[in-house]
Structure formats: structure tokens, C-alpha cells
């Protein structure tokens, strides 16, 4: 099995944890130290040797700061992580502040006293997150301390060894372009901009150009790495030999002038010592390596990573290789909720459902000879107030039955080489409160309305997002998450910079892959979300228009649970959409399903709702 269910936190650790951090402050001449949920790389998933946030505080979640005074100690989490960040950590020790309205750097210029020195690891922020700790800072006074070794490094006495993860090559079937035509793209734009090289740090980036994959962290298929490409087309690849077979190996030595990783910082401090112009991501660089390239003398040009919208916006056999990707995993979801809808209400547990889920992708994925690789993030798998909680994640502690006239939220996904999958359904339990329907039904408006969206060239995810939340919002209800995140191929489940959100200022691009994931959430009572993905496509020209438009096109099929739908609040062009959504999800599953049982689920659940009277 891919997910553990073993998740230990240790909150009871975290009032000597941070003891111990104190008693440093003086030798390093600081007043604070901020910990964000970071590692070397900048990656959403980080190697259990760099889960510096979790050892420190208890808290396991995927996003957060942690700033530690000498007198307090502030954990800060989005909306998503509100509730957990209060299970998980001693609030005797932490205090859960707002990431997202309140974060560091405002929480620091607002509350901290004059003189104050910060003190931060340099691999852990950007430039672009330092630069706005320093504008905090300089607000009071104070003095942003850049350490020369992490201080939780120094106290953190069994910290894991980091990975060693098996590379392998990402075939071309599944890839689409060749990785020396990507190189030579990137340095035709480098000699175009005047630029001799560009310092790729994102893993995802590297495997990208490189067309290889990993395993050195949990769900996402990159592995730790960094490249260089110079604008002459040379292009050096700082990678452990321990991940590469021969075959791999002979490949990269095919590409790039291979380095071991210890002798990165050299490599590079010797270009910068040439006055070179260098391309780094100010969003995705770890600020170490801005600071490295300027004080030994290279040009540091801030600019976006060029593998980052290369990956974004899929080629036609990366976005054929999702579509099948999705097929196989709609009918592997089909086979599982088929078999939920038969156990007894009361009889199946959280864990229990997520393991029958897995365990249904591997079947599928063993018969279809595409197998699972791996599952793309951690089940989210709640029933009933556990729902509630956006980003839950069940463990032994947790687990509960699923019970009778509730709701059950699944939240899962797969790696497949072909494709990256994402998919949440919320599905009725026995016989459920109508409230909970009429919510389910506002949701589900919201993603119709996404999913049937015509918009014109230049249109940015902020744009879009109110079309997901106009009727949660005349309910006088929202959610608090964005409404979709860029998906990779065969990479990370999150992927920019393409997202639906409030704060989305990214162009949406034809062949990016997003995801559409309206909810709704009422803390210690009840969950939803209904999540497929979507990819945009250009549309033909409407006949007398003016506009170059585009809209969406669904990968993800899987029947929506229509026990939870109020038909009187969707309109005869909603109910049509659900009707000849459900309608193609049964033409192209059935063919894909074992057993009978599953068609027979798979044909009762696709019946047309709509009547023409």
C-alpha cells in the first residue's frame, strides 16, 4: 500500500524542542527564528530529513510557518489546516495564526518590537520571500540574520538520511519531445535575452527537460536535483550517482556534463566568478544561490524558470496521455464506489474505504498494464465531521466508522506514467439531511459553471473563480481554498503557476491542466467537494463575435452522486450538462469495467435526470 496510516505527531516533544532552539538564539545574535514547511528544493513534498516544521511542532500538514521569539511561538496554516493545526500541535506552546491573512512578514511588522533580529535559513526562503521579511523588518527597526546552518539541525539528534530514490526515464510515448530539444529551446531564448545561463532549482523543472522521473519524495515522481543550461546549449546536471542505473546514467551522460550535488555550489560559484549573466526564479530559487551568484561577482537576472510554462501547457501526447490516464483511474473509482454502495452503512471505516480504493487502482491499473506507480497525494478520506476538515487526513487515531445519513468525501488521485489523476466525489451515506443536499447541489453549480465556461484570450484564473462560488456566495455561504490547481504530467498534483483562484494572475494557456473543486464546509458537522480535472482547449470562432475564445475540456469521468442533488436548484441547462456528462461517463467505462456488479452501478448511476416536461 502507498499511504501510511501510521501518522505520528508529536506534539508532546514540542515545548523542549522549542526550549532547545531558545537556548541557541544567543550564539547566533538572534531574536526569532523562522521555520517554514520548506526543504533545499522549495517542493510542496519534502524528504522526511527535511520535515523541520513537523519534528518541531507536531503539525503535519502540507503547508505552514512556525515563528519561534523568546517568548512566543506562532504556527501559522491556511484555511485549509485551521482545525488540524489544533489537534496537532500543544497550544500551551503554539499559537495558530492566519498564513494567508495575517502571514509572517505583516504578523512580524505588526506585533514584534524595534531591533528585532530574524534569523532564517537561506535554503529554505526565496528572494522573493526574503525581500518581504525585510520590508517588515526594516518597518521596526530590525535585522533580517541569515544563519550559516540551520539550528534545528543542530538539536534534531535522529534526523533521517536523505533519499536516495531510483531515477528512471520518462518515455517519449509519455513525454511528447525529446529532453535534448528542450534543452536547445532554452538556450535559444538565453541567447535571445542576452543571458549565458539559467540555474533551474525545481526538481519538478529538472525532470521535465531532462524526461526523467524519481522517488525521493512522497507522491511526487521528481527527484532531487539542479541543473544548469548555458545559452551554447551545454547543459550540467548535479545529481547522485546512487539513483542512476547504468542505462540511466548513459542517458544523462548523453545530455549534460554530469556533477555529484556536493560540488554545486562550486560549479556555480565559478560561472558567477565570470560576470555571467544568470537566469534565476526568484519564486522557486532557494535565496542562497541568488546571494552566492552576487557576491561572487555573476549578473543576477530575476526571471521565470522557462521549463515552468513548458510543463504547464501540455503537448498533444502529454494531454492524449491524460486523457487514457483518466479513463483507467474513472473506472477504478467506479469499481470502488460500487463496492462502497454495497457494504452495510455502519460497516466500512475511513481507512478502510481508502485502502479498498487503492487497492482497486492497482487491480485496474495490473490488468490495463499501465500500473499505479504511485497515489499523487495522501487520501483525503472524511465522513461526517471529519469532512469538515479540507485537507484531513485519517490515521489509526482518527479513523471512524462511516455511519448511516451522512456524507462521505473522498479525495484521492494517482500516478500513472501517462498521466497524473485528481478526483473528489462526496457521496450519500443512507439517507441524508436535505440541508446537506442543498448544499451538495450549490457546490455542484459552482463546478457546472466552471466546467461549461466560455471565456476569451487573457483570461486569468481570478477571473474565473466567482463563476465557482456566485451561488454558495448568494446562499450566503463560501469555501476557503481555491477552486483549482495546476496538475503536472506524470509530476506534482499541485502545479503552477496556472491555478483558479482569488489570487491567480497566470494567463490560462490552451493544454493547461487544471483542476475544478467547488466545496463546502461546516466545522464539526459536515464536508463537500466535487472535484474533476479540466484542460483548456481554443474554441472554433463563434459566428459574429470578435473574440479569440476558449474553454474547457473534462478529463475526469466518474458519476456525481445524484441522491445528494436538488433538482429544483439547477437549471434545464445544468440538469443537460449532468445528463450528457454522466452519459459520456458511461460510454467510456463501461468497457473498462471486470465485473457486473460494477456496469450495473456504473448504468444506475449515469440515468439521465433531466425531463423534457
Not at 511561538?73 to 500551551?92: S, W
Not at 526515464?169 to 529532453?179: D, F, H, R, S, T
Not at 448511516?404 to 457521496?427: C, H, K, P, W
Request: with cysteine; hydrophobic share 40%; aromatic share 8%.
Amino acid at each position: 500500500m502507498f499511504q501510511s496510516f501510521d501518522v505520528t505527531s508529536t506534539p508532546q516533544f514540542g515545548a523542549a524542542r522549542v526550549g532547545a532552539l531558545r537556548n541557541l538564539f544567543d550564539g547566533l545574535g538572534i531574536d526569532g527564528f523562522l521555520v517554514p514547511r520548506a526543504d533545499e528544493y522549495q517542493g510542496e513534498y519534502v524528504p522526511a530529513s527535511a520535515e523541520r516544521l513537523s519534528w518541531l511542532t507536531g503539525f503535519t500538514g502540507s503547508a505552514g510557518e512556525v515563528l519561534v521569539t523568546r517568548d512566543k511561538a506562532m504556527v501559522f496554516v491556511d484555511g485549509r489546516y485551521v482545525t488540524q493545526v489544533r489537534q496537532q500541535v500543544d497550544l500551551a506552546v503554539f499559537t495558530p495564526a492566519d498564513l494567508i491573512g495575517e502571514p509572517p512578514a505583516k504578523w512580524i511588522s505588526n506585533h514584534l518590537g524595534k531591533g528585532f533580529r530574524l534569523g532564517i535559513d537561506g535554503w529554505m526562503h526565496t528572494s522573493q520571500q526574503i525581500s518581504r521579511l525585510e520590508k517588515a523588518l526594516k518597518e521596526i527597526g530590525g535585522q533580517l540574520v541569515l544563519v550559516a546552518r540551520n539550528p534545528l539541525d543542530a538539536i534534531w539528534a535522529d534526523r533521517p538520511p536523505e533519499p536516495l530514490g531510483t531515477v528512471s526515464i520518462q518515455p517519449l510515448a509519455a513525454a511528447g519531445v525529446e529532453a535534448a530539444v528542450k534543452i536547445a529551446d532554452i538556450a535559444t531564448m538565453l541567447k535571445a535575452k542576452d543571458l549565458a545561463a539559467v540555474l533551474i532549482t525545481d526538481p519538478s523543472s529538472v525532470a521535465w527537460v531532462f524526461n526523467i522521473r524519481g522517488n525521493d519524495v512522497p507522491h511526487t515522481p521528481h527527484p532531487l536535483s539542479r541543473a544548469i543550461v548555458h545559452e551554447d546549449g551545454r547543459a550540467e546536471l548535479f545529481i547522485d550517482k546512487r539513483k542512476l542505473s547504468a542505462e540511466v546514467a548513459s542517458y544523462l551522460d548523453g545530455l549534460s556534463v554530469r556533477h555529484e550535488p556536493q560540488v554545486f555550489l562550486s560549479v556555480l560559484g565559478q560561472l558567477a566568478g565570470t560576470g555571467a549573466r544568470i537566469l534565476v526564479d526568484p519564486d522557486l530559487a532557494p535565496a542562497a544561490l541568488s546571494l552566492l551568484i552576487s557576491n561572487q561577482g555573476g549578473q543576477l537576472v530575476d526571471g521565470s524558470d522557462p521549463a515552468k510554462l513548458g510543463r504547464a501547457v501540455k503537448n498533444v501526447t502529454e494531454l492524449e496521455g491524460a486523457a487514457r490516464a483518466h479513463e483507467q483511474d474513472g473506472a477504478a473509482v467506479v469499481e470502488f464506489l460500487s463496492w462502497l454502495d454495497a457494504q452495510p452503512a455502519g460497516s466500512i471505516t475511513e481507512i478502510a474505504a481508502t485502502k479498498a480504493l487503492e487497492a482497486a487502482r492497482l487491480r485496474l491499473g495490473e490488468r490495463m498494464q499501465n500500473p499505479l506507480k504511485d497515489i499523487s497525494f495522501d487520501t483525503i478520506a472524511g465522513a461526517g465531521e471529519n469532512a469538515a476538515i479540507m485537507h484531513y487526513r485519517v490515521t489509526t487515531q482518527s479513523d471512524r466508522v462511516i455511519s448511516d445519513a451522512e456524507m462521505f468525501l473522498i479525495d484521492s488521485g494517482a500516478q500513472y506514467v501517462n498521466g497524473t489523476t485528481d478526483i473528489t466525489r462526496t457521496v450519500a451515506i443512507g439517507a441524508v439531511p436535505q440541508e446537506q443536499k442543498r448544499f451538495f447541489t450549490l457546490a455542484l453549480k459552482g463546478m457546472i459553471a466552471i466546467s461549461t465556461a466560455r471565456f476569451p484570450k487573457g483570461t486569468r484564473g481570478c477571473d474565473l473563480d466567482p463563476l465557482a462560488r456566485i451561488a454558495l456566495w448568494k446562499a450566503g455561504a463560501d469555501f476557503a481554498h481555491g477552486t483549482g490547481h495546476g496538475v503536472g504530467s506524470y509530476l506534482s498534483v499541485h502545479e503552477g503557476p496556472q491555478r483558479i483562484s482569488r489570487q491567480s494572475t497566470q494567463e490560462l494557456l490552451p493544454g493547461m491542466i487544471l483542476s475544478n473543486e467547488p466545496g463546502y464546509y461546516r466545522p464539526g458537522h459536515f464536508g463537500i467537494r466535487i472535484e474533476n480535472l479540466i484542460y483548456v482547449r481554443e474554441l472554433a470562432p463563434v459566428e459574429g463575435g470578435d473574440q479569440e475564445m476558449m474553454s474547457f475540456e473534462t478529463l475526469t469521468f466518474v458519476p456525481i452522486d445524484r441522491r445528494l442533488i436538488v433538482e429544483d436548484l439547477l437549471t434545464r441547462e445544468e440538469l443537460r450538462w449532468l445528463d450528457d456528462y454522466h452519459a459520456e461517463t458511461r460510454k467510456r467505462l463501461l468497457p473498462l469495467l471486470e465485473s457486473d456488479s460494477a456496469r450495473q452501478w456504473l448504468t444506475q448511476a449515469t440515468q439521465p435526470l433531466f425531463r423534457a416536461d
